[in-house]
Nanobody
Framework: QVQLVESGGGLVQPGGSLRLSCAAS????????MAWYRQAPGKQRERVAT???????NYAGSVKGRFTISRDNAKNTVYLQMNSLKPEDTGVYYC???????????WGQGTQVTVSS
């Protein structure tokens, strides 16, 4: 059974940084695509960043140049480094895994990020 556990959220001032982590278990992590999504209050969930098993990355325009997604296959973990945070980055951040062999999609429970002075 695939499980994703996020950590690293919190309260940060505008301009600050946070690093989110997502530990995966129960899957062939190294070949699966991973992504971070976020959902702000009253808004739809949106994709923030993706990374393939081969390491190719893609970012939403609103975070390009500020956020970096990376993965450590030895630790079955994906990261989201968030710099120059803005109040509009506030939301619940979710880790997502798409299983290559089945196209099944898995979600973590989410971690809250609040950017406020």
């Amino acid at each position: 059974q695939v499980q994703l556990v996020e950590s690293g959220g919190g309260l940060v001032q505008p301009g600050g940084s946070l690093r989110l982590s997502c530990a995966a278990s129960g899957s062939i992590f190294s070949i699966n695509a991973m992504a971070w999504y976020r959902q702000a209050p009253g808004k739809q969930r949106e994709r923030v960043a993706t990374i393939t098993g081969g390491g190719s990355t893609n970012y939403a325009g609103s975070v390009k140049g500020r956020f970096t997604i990376s993965r450590d296959n030895a630790k079955n973990t994906v990261y989201l480094q968030m710099n120059s945070l803005k109040p509009e980055d506030t939301g619940v951040y979710y880790c997502n895994e798409v299983e290559l062999s089945t196209n099944n999609v898995y979600w973590g429970q989410g971690t809250q990020v609040t950017v406020s002075s």
